[in-house]
């Protein structure tokens, strides 16, 4: 085991396998074994980033099948590399993986009766694939994870209510398009460049220097396209919000805090690594309209979680605008930009977590996630409302949670590139977010129904009958991973300066454009 | 200042904990348990108030209080200081608590409220905020605690839980959310980005006057962020959520929403005035006198406003936003005498206003009226109400023996320091106006006689009431005496 950076797929993708065995006589079983492999997973994952801190070039490389790189040139095998940003996201994967594992039990009970093996040993292929995403340093091997995880996704998905079919079939033809288009843009650069290891293709790319080819830009604008379907960028968000809300509980607790991400992760990975900072940065024009159209993404994306009255479909909506604030920092193209994006993968991973878990203890306890009949809910579960709202406020951003911290550096990065059509939109969205989350907390405070009439007859009465007053908090297999969430959204906020040092030593070598001027 | 003696201490900390540990009894006694639960409050508040008060003799020493508890940014600590300002704010708010804790404890037995471990939790949860914006050090340590009271009161003001509840909060929130997240925010990473090379804490002592290297309209861009992102202050155009707020039980009106949650607002005026910008940049700044306009227009329509209003709570919060005023404008006026004049006035005021409160109060759990015009006669009833009513009234006008007389008079000495001779009118007009509709209250209730009841008898709201707004109401007059050791404490004075 001295290299747990494959281990960290390699748990789950042997796990899925004992699970599917195993559950053909033990159907008990896979829950523990799917815990067991995450937590292993997991244990692989620091283990990998606290070696990539303390190695000198602060990154871990694993070449698959143990080809030299003295031998062959880079690109002959497949490479696994994490540098810290690989690491740290490979980490919040498993994380989550490991979470939702935990809470997983009753819900896929009651979900899939029957069918755990295949739903366990898809679930662990789905993190197998999306922690590989992270961890692979070869651009071909990125898009076979992306199947993997994609494959295993619609799986998943497609297990849940009648409607999650035609969810799913939606979902598969968009995301296939997504896929193709990232294959075009890997098929080009190959042609190109020779390679697929994304540092020789970078190598490759900068030796052409200040007029990089058209096929370059071709690859460029290729990959960019596949990356925005695939994490849902507006307007190629249709798949999302239908996949979620139709899918198993589980599913969407999942794919909502981590799919999305990843992609991001890719999208930074290709702009820092694959085609080189001063290609993405400085010679293209795209720099020039990206911003707008995150602004546009994250506007239309907060109007319509605005139009919601289901808390799924909301919080669905919510993650496409969130795709909007990570990718606007991206591409105002600055040093502060780019901590504040990294951090929003984690810091939106924890808090979507957070939301996906309560909303599935909701559903639940209550049968339904529609505004209407919420009313109560802080005297029949106040732990779960606590853990669900601090979700809800870290993603307002308010303080100390962690969505204020990365708020923060995307605020700072839209200054300091004097993107100020970034930094309204990120306001007007925030105070978009502040109506979403205290309309559901008057919902399930207040004595007062949709047409404002009042309920009960006064004094706290809210009209309810006697059992749904009681309280009656959630299992504990459920509400305990919902307040593990929830404290890793605190923490994340309280310990955001040793997160922000690793993302920033991560950062300096690309000299990107501080705009501080020092004196 | 940089002479005075730096203590580390956690006192500060503690003061700001006590509140969490008060409220975990709180939830634990729960309803079952009533007495339990207000114990926990009343000796959360008194252990507060207590080491509050114990750091007073150290900062009459002319020592600062620090204590450094988390590292937000590499550059920019949590840290918690405890200078003169701060802690007279801080003893203000954590003594008013003890009076509104016993006041509460009478008005919510008294009308039979329900969900009051709910209030006594989150009043805790406010108290620690209030104690954390007097006792921070920057500007981001300012801002977490201001946006965890926006955020803990909430619930509070929405405590009816009914359709007023709901539009009522609505605004609250609505106002307070939308300055601090849009105004506020932006101007804050403004200033932690650019200034010194993205390298600063803004601390309030350390680094007063660093806006200054800014360039003339960035000065002017941030005055004005700041001056309406501190929405709590009740700066006109961006004042309506405090007539919203009235919704509250009335103990929240008295000590939130006249003492804690608005002085908070004023306070971090102060800090940003003084502390942050600092009295130099200010006189050197062209568009700096606006902000005394708009204080002084807040003053003047606010009072306009309360004469109209017949609902007393009404008329007693337009009376808080002009009183407001007072203290945004001694802090902008950025004279010594004038910014003393604004510290004491947040001491002053609070005690006079959360005597007024305590009897709109007292007076609805007696006779359940609301009105100005309904209280004819109502002196003779509640003779002790009125009394401390009228000595409130008296206190908040400004007349000799009572506090609020001092800190006007140092407004006023503060405004002719820089030959600002309008703003000592204003003062003067104003005073008028507040004679014109807080007198009336008092005239109403002891020389009018009821048409309904003719001999009214003696009938006053329960004890835990009245005592309360009677110790505070000769709290008014004894400030007036004590008010060279409050200047001292201060420290803006020689």
Redesign the interface.
């Known amino acids: 085991m001295n290299d747990p950076i494959i281990w960290i797929i390699l748990f789950p993708l042997f796990g899925s396998i004992a699970v599917a065995l195993s559950g053909a006589w033990l159907r008990k079983a896979c829950h523990p074994l799917a815990v067991a492999s995450m937590l292993g997973s997991t244990w692989a994952a620091v283990e990998t980033l606290i070696q990539a801190i303390a190695s000198p070039s602060h990154e871990v490389s694993y070449l698959l099948g143990g080809w030299s790189l003295q031998l062959f040139p880079r690109g002959v095998g497949i490479e696994f590399r994490a540098d810290l940003l690989g690491a740290l996201i490979a980490l919040v994967v498993t994380g989550v993986g490991l979470i939702v594992a935990l809470y997983s039990r009753l819900p896929v009970e009651r979900d899939t009766p029957g069918r755990e093996p295949v739903y366990y040993a898809l679930f662990l292929l789905q993190l197998c694939g999306l922690s590989g995403i992270a961890l692979t340093g070869d651009a071909f091997n990125l898009y076979v994870l992306i199947e993997v995880a994609a494959l295993t996704g619609y799986g998943l998905i497609a297990m849940g209510s009648n409607r999650a079919a035609a969810a799913t079939f939606n979902y598969l033809i968009l995301g296939t398009i997504g896929a193709s288009f990232y294959l075009l843009g890997v098929g080009y650069l190959y042609l190109k460049t020779g390679t697929l290891n994304m540092i020789g293709i970078r190598e490759a790319i900068e030796a052409e220097g200040a007029s990089p080819s058209v096929s370059t830009q071709v690859a460029f604008v290729l990959v960019l396209l596949g990356v925005m379907i695939k994490m849902a960028f507006f307007p190629f968000h249709a798949w999302l919000p239908k996949a979620y809300v139709h899918s198993p509980t589980t599913t969407s607790c999942l794919l909502a805090p981590l799919v999305t991400k990843v992609m991001i992760y890719v999208m930074i990975r290709m702009v820092l690594t694959v085609f080189g900072v001063e290609f993405s940065f400085e010679y293209a024009t795209w720099t020039e309209f990206m911003p707008w159209l995150t602004v546009i993404a994250i506007v239309a994306a907060a109007g319509m979680a605005l139009a919601q009255r289901e808390i799924k479909r909301m919080l669905a909506y919510l993650i496409v605008a969130e795709v909007g604030y990570m990718t606007g920092g991206i591409w105002i193209c600055n040093y502060?930009g780019l901590i504040g994006s990294i951090f929003h993968v984690v810091s939106d991973a924890c808090m979507t977590l957070c939301l996906f878990l309560g909303a599935g203890i909701i559903l639940e306890k209550c049968k339904t996630t529609r505004f209407d009949g919420l009313r109560g809910l802080f005297i029949k579960m106040p732990l779960t409302m606590t853990g669900f709202f601090i979700g809800g406020?870290s993603i307002?951003?308010?303080?100390?949670t962690c969505g204020f911290f990365s708020k923060?550096y995307l605020?700072?990065g839209g200054?300091?590139s004097q993107r100020w059509e970034y930094?309204i939109t990120l306001?007007?969205s925030?105070?978009v977010m502040?109506v979403l989350f205290?309309r559901l907390?008057?919902r399930m405070?207040?004595?007062?129904d949709e047409s404002?009439?009042?309920l009960g007859d006064?004094?706290?009465?809210?009209g309810l009958s006697k059992d749904r007053k009681r309280f009656d908090e959630a299992p504990p297999s459920m509400l305990i991973p919902l307040l593990i969430a929830a404290s890793v959204v605190l923490l994340v906020g309280?310990y955001?300066?040793d997160l922000?040092?690793q993302i920033e030593r991560m950062l300096q070598p690309f000299n990107l454009p501080?705009g501080?001027?020092?004196? | 200042m940089s002479e005075q003696a730096i203590i580390e201490d956690a006192r500060p900390l503690f003061a700001l904990l006590i509140p969490w540990v008060g409220m975990i009894g709180v939830v634990w006694a729960g309803e079952k348990r009533a007495n339990w639960r207000e114990l926990a409050t009343f000796s959360a508040a008194s252990a507060q108030a207590a080491v509050v008060l114990s750091m007073v003799p150290l900062i009459l020493n002319g020592a600062i209080v620090e204590f450094h508890v988390w590292q937000i940014f590499s550059y920019v600590p949590l840290l918690l200081r405890v200078d003169g300002p701060g802690l007279l704010f801080a003893c203000t708010a954590s003594i008013l608590w003890i009076a509104t804790t016993l006041y509460s404890i009478g008005y919510m037995r008294g009308l039979h409220e329900h969900a009051q471990t709910r209030f006594y939790a989150f009043f805790a949860l406010s108290l620690s905020a209030t104690m954390g914006v007097a006792f921070s050090a920057n500007l981001l340590t300012i801002y977490f605690f201001y946006e965890m009271l926006s955020v803990s009161t909430f619930p509070l003001v929405t405590h009816m839980q009914d359709k007023e509840a709901r539009s009522g909060g609505r605004t609250y929130l609505g106002y307070l959310l939308f300055t601090s997240l849009c105004l506020l925010l932006p101007a804050l990473s403004w200033c932690y980005v650019w200034l010194d090379g993205g390298r600063l804490t803004m601390d309030f002592i350390e680094d007063v006057g660093k806006i200054g290297h800014f360039g003339e309209t960035t000065q002017i861009i941030l005055l004005f962020l700041f001056t309406f992102g501190f929405a709590k202050a009740g700066l006109m155009p961006f004042h309506s959520w405090l007539p919203a707020a009235m919704v509250a039980p009335t103990p929240v009106s008295a000590l939130l929403h006249a003492v804690a949650v608005v002085k908070v607002g004023v306070f971090c005026l102060y800090r940003v005035y003084a502390d942050v910008f600092g009295s130099e940049v200010l006189s050197k700044m062209s568009g700096e006198e606006w902000t005394m306009v708009i204080a002084s227009a807040t003053i003047l329509i606010s009072s306009l406003i309360a004469l109209s209003q017949d609902n007393l709570k009404r008329r007693l919060a337009f009376s808080t936003i002009g009183q407001l005023g007072y203290v945004v404008l001694g802090a902008a006026i950025a004279t010594d005498r004038g910014q003393a004049g604004a510290v004491l006035h947040v001491a002053m005021h609070a005690c006079g206003k959360i005597t007024l409160f305590f009897c709109a109060g007292a007076i609805f759990v007696a006779t359940g009226k609301k009105y100005v015009s309904e209280l004819r006669g109502l002196g003779r009833r509640m003779p002790l109400t009125m009394g401390a009513f009228l000595i409130g009234s008296l206190s908040v006008i400004g007349l000799p023996p009572l506090g609020g007389f001092v800190s006007k008079w140092y407004l006023a000495l503060g405004a002719l320091d820089r030959d600002a001779l309008w703003v000592v009118i204003v003062l003067l007009i104003s005073s008028l106006l507040n004679v014109f509709y807080l007198l009336p209250v008092a005239v109403t209730a002891f020389f009018r006689n009821s048409e309904t009841e003719e001999h009214a008898s003696f009938d006053e709201a329960p004890w835990a009431c009245v005592v309360p707004l009677v110790v505070t109401a000769l709290g008014c007059i004894g400030l007036f005496f004590c008010s060279d050791l409050l200047l001292q404490m201060v420290g803006l004075l020689p």
């Open positions: 502060y406020f307002i951003g308010l303080p100390p923060w605020i700072t200054m300091v930094v306001m007007l925030t105070m502040v205290f907390i008057e405070h207040l004595a007062v404002g009439r009042n006064g004094h706290g009465d809210l309280i955001n300066q922000v040092d501080t501080v001027h020092y004196r």
